[in-house]
């Protein structure tokens, strides 16, 4: 038996999600914490996405802050649980991604390992991207493999759909290897949306987008990039979908209600992820969602009216919290990391072949 932790910061932006898992010939989560992210540091790691003015110290304060936050929701979860520090293996930490462009050959995820380590006085585990990347993979999505350890035992044909800032499905079939990809956005284009336009982080069950409806002409312009027409592996980030990448496209078409508008992004969202979906795996039975979107009470719907002939629902039907997969998974990563375990998929991210990924900073 061995304790670790996992920390996940994805691309919403919203906060850091810690959970410490029990990993033996299962994997079990023993307890979580979650620590908003301040609205300064959010900021922040938004801008580090593009290019800008001294990016390179702003990038090393910015994770200093972010590896600061990451320690006290940390120090918060072994006090809950009443462990000292040496009583876990290792942090398995994602970082912040702010690049990701695996067809220049680089992707970047900022957190400081080294200053991690000195402030929780555990191993930690990080940079789990840049090895697939350097054996010609795109370098994500990573999960996958987790899913295909969570639920490669239960029968029948099933993907497995995180929904974060952007959207990636595991396919898991008997007998086969796991394959997956980034579908496309997830949440990014609907946070974005209504932050704009009402100051809001994210749409709250997708309320506002349930309250209007598609535009059509929107929805084609949409789909007309040219990364919906790519096939696995892929993957994308905020690199590609943002918001001036929408406004580029509203700015070419008559105006439309801004509730529509977010009515359009979400119907983008479940359309590109079941198209994608039924292209690569036809006869899926089960669909399990986690990730933010789980908890969209419109998205789910409409993935479910896109998907009759399957069933969809939260990986919470399986006894797995669907906010809390993600930072599982860089636990058990972490785990795979420290004993040798080859965790990448070159089915899912094209790379050469199967390699331990993750850069080791001993306590």
């Given amino acids: 038996m061995a304790l670790y932790i996992g920390v996940m910061s994805g691309t919403s932006l919203d906060g850091l999600d810690i959970a410490l898992i029990e990993q033996t010939s299962a994997i079990n989560l023993i307890a979580t914490h979650y620590i908003p992210m301040p609205e300064s540091l959010r900021a922040e790691l938004l801008g580090l996405c593009a290019s800008g003015p001294d990016e390179i110290a702003r990038s090393a304060i910015a994770q200093q802050n972010w590896v600061k936050l990451a320690a006290e929701g940390i120090h918060a979860l072994l006090e809950q649980q009443q462990l000292a520090p040496q009583a876990i293996r290792a942090i398995g930490s994602h970082g912040q991604t702010i690049r990701h462009e695996p067809a220049r050959g680089f992707t970047v995820q900022i957190g400081n390992p080294a200053l991690l380590t000195e402030l929780t006085g555990i191993t930690v585990v990080s940079d789990f991207r840049s090895r697939d990347v350097a054996a010609g993979g795109q370098g994500a999505p990573l999960v996958p493999a987790f899913h295909e350890a969570l639920f490669e035992e239960r029968t029948g044909n099933r993907a497995v759909l995180n929904v974060g800032g952007f959207s990636n499905i595991s396919l898991i079939e008997p007998n086969k290897p796991v394959a997956g ?36 002409v929107l ?17 994308t980030g905020r690199e590609v979908f943002n918001l001036p990448w929408l406004e580029r496209q509203l700015s070419r078409l008559p105006q439309f209600a801004p509730e529509n508008v977010q009515a359009t992004l979400l119907d983008l969202t479940a359309l590109t992820i079941i198209e994608s979906l039924q292209s690569a795996q036809s006869n899926t039975e089960e669909l399990l969602v986690c990730g933010g979107g789980a908890h969209n009470t419109a998205l789910m719907k409409r993935l479910a009216d896109l998907l009759p002939n399957a069933k969809v629902a939260s990986t919470a039907t399986h006894g797995v919290d669907p906010d809390w997969v993600e930072a599982m998974a860089f636990a058990w990563l972490a785990h795979c990391c420290l004993e040798g375990i080859r965790a990448n998929r070159p089915s899912v991210t094209g790379a050469k072949g199967l390699r331990v990924l993750g850069a080791i900073y001993p306590n």
């Avoid at 946070?191 to 069950?205: Q, V």
């Fill in 181 to 216: 990809f980034d579908c496309g956005p997830g949440n990014v284009l609907m946070d974005a949306w209504i932050h704009r336009e009402h100051g809001e982080n994210y749409d709250r069950n997708g309320q506002w987008a349930a309250s209007g409806r598609v535009e059509p």
């Fill in 219 to 235: 929805l084609n312009a949409l789909l007309s990039d040219p990364f919906f027409s790519t096939k696995g592996p892929k993957s």
